[in-house]
């Protein structure tokens, strides 16, 4: 969670043939949508998460949903909580890998406070950074 915030998730990225696979679990978030996006530094080390930069976005696109083709590769749309503040997600992304000049590894997942509307520019209107993880290798 960023500083006044109670987000927390475990997300993990897995490299299949045909994309990569994500499934996360997290909690401490007001009912709704939120946003989820990858980012591009991989740096949660201030209260806003402002240091993590803007969305990932190495073809140069617009920000849009997931299922644009043209999108940040970080764009991964919306998250929904139930009435516990509680969100599972699973999908599989073909914008991002884990090797690559699309690779993720050591950039931030970040959760927001409100929906991403995936028209805004450049971030769709999503509002606070609640919760931002450094995406690393896991065991
Ligand atoms: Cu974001
Ligand atoms: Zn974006």
Redesign the pocket.
């Known amino acids: 969670p960023t500083k006044g915030n109670t987000a927390q998730a475990i997300v993990t990225f897995t490299q299949k043939d045909t994309g990569v696979h994500m499934q996360a679990t997290v909690t401490g978030l007001t009912p709704g949508l939120h946003?989820?996006?990858?980012?591009e530094y991989g740096d949660c080390g201030c209260d806003d998460a402002a240091c993590?930069g803007d969305?990932f976005n190495p073809t140069g696109m617009p920000h849009a949903g997931p299922t644009d083709t043209k999108r940040h590769a970080?764009d991964l749309g919306n998250i929904t909580a139930d009435d516990n503040g509680n969100a599972t997600y699973t999908a599989l992304d073909t914008h991002i890998t884990l090797n690559g000049p699309h690779a993720i590894i050591g950039r931030t997942i970040?959760?927001?406070a409100n929906a991403?509307d995936f028209t805004t520019q450049p971030?769709?209107n999503?509002g606070a950074?609640i919760g931002c993880g450094v995406i690393g290798y896991a065991q």
């Open positions: 946003a989820m996006h990858i980012h993590a969305h970080g970040i959760i927001h991403d971030n769709g999503a950074r």
